[in-house]
């Protein structure tokens, strides 16, 4: 079984090119509206209030959807959580963002903002042109301000102790979450922090595997 969480503003779009080739049965976990002041646990444990106790699977987040996988898996331990261009714990932080968040600069420009320069975030994200960048550009215009006002801060002041293992893959060419000095279990290359869009079939030949090794194991 396959547990999907989308990146921060984005939805089941950008697992358009991963599911066909995913070989299991796979479901999408859609984001929920954050309410006042929410800690990131009791959002999690929201997001995890109709999987199983018993749950088991691959519990695959994708940018910030694997900082809050992390958190389910906490609630959901018998799940394997996978990181696609995500950070294993708050330390992974690279020193762009451990600036942004020590400099506060994030509070004074309104996410609406990202949606007028799709261009620089194609250029962050590591989007390709044509039909990537067209999907970039609607996930943009549709991304919620107060969802990714929310998920920004919880991403930036996320308290990982004790979060628990996980398994990485991570692109040689991701500006989000670059690869530091921390062994990666999967090294993707040429992959940016979209790659889910653009190397999913590399992304899904290692899900795939796993998902074998977990049936395997639990048989």
């Given at each position: 079984?396959?547990?999907?969480?989308?990146?921060?503003?984005?939805?089941?779009?950008?697992?358009?090119?991963?599911?066909?080739?995913?070989?299991?049965?796979?479901?999408?976990?859609?984001?929920?509206?954050?309410?006042?002041?929410?800690?990131?646990?009791?959002?999690?444990?929201?997001?995890?209030?109709?999987?199983?106790?018993?749950?088991?699977?691959?519990?695959?987040?994708?940018?910030?959807?694997?900082?809050?996988?992390?958190?389910?898996?906490?609630?959901?331990?018998?799940?394997?959580?996978?990181?696609?261009?995500?950070?294993?714990?708050?330390?992974?932080?690279?020193?762009?963002?451990?600036?942004?968040?020590?400099?506060?600069?994030?509070?004074?420009?309104?996410?609406?903002?990202?949606?007028?320069?799709?261009?620089?975030?194609?250029?962050?994200?590591?989007?390709?042109?044509?039909?990537?960048?067209?999907?970039?550009?609607?996930?943009?215009?549709?991304?919620?301000?107060?969802?990714?006002?929310?998920?920004?801060?919880?991403?930036?002041?996320?308290?990982?102790?004790?979060?628990g293992r996980s398994i990485q893959i991570l692109g040689t060419h991701d500006r989000v979450f670059p690869p530091g000095p921390t062994p990666v279990e999967y090294l993707i290359r040429g992959?940016?922090?979209?790659?889910?869009?653009?190397?999913?079939?590399?992304?899904?030949?290692?899900?795939?595997?796993?998902?074998?090794?977990?049936?395997?194991?639990?048989?």
């Open positions: 079984m396959f547990y999907l969480l989308p990146g921060l503003g984005a939805d089941e779009r950008v697992f358009r090119n991963l599911l066909p080739l995913l070989q299991g049965p796979t479901r999408v976990l859609p984001w929920l509206t954050p309410e006042p002041d929410e800690s990131l646990p009791h959002y999690a444990t929201r997001m995890a209030a109709d999987l199983p106790m018993d749950a088991e699977g691959l519990l695959v987040g994708v940018s910030f959807g694997g900082v809050v996988g992390l958190e389910i898996n906490r609630l959901r331990p018998r799940l394997r959580t996978v990181l696609v261009s995500s950070i294993p714990d708050s330390s992974c932080l690279p020193p762009l963002l451990r600036l942004i968040r020590a400099t506060g600069v994030y509070r004074l420009f309104p996410p609406q903002w990202l949606k007028l320069f799709p261009r620089a975030g194609q250029w962050y994200f590591g989007v390709k042109n044509g039909e990537e960048y067209e999907l970039f550009k609607k996930i943009l215009q549709d991304m919620e301000p107060v969802y990714t006002r929310w998920a920004i801060h919880r991403l930036l002041h996320w308290d990982s102790t004790h979060v992959g940016g922090h979209f790659m889910v869009l653009s190397h999913a079939k590399e992304i899904s030949q290692i899900l795939n595997r796993l998902e074998q090794q977990e049936r395997e194991a639990a048989s």
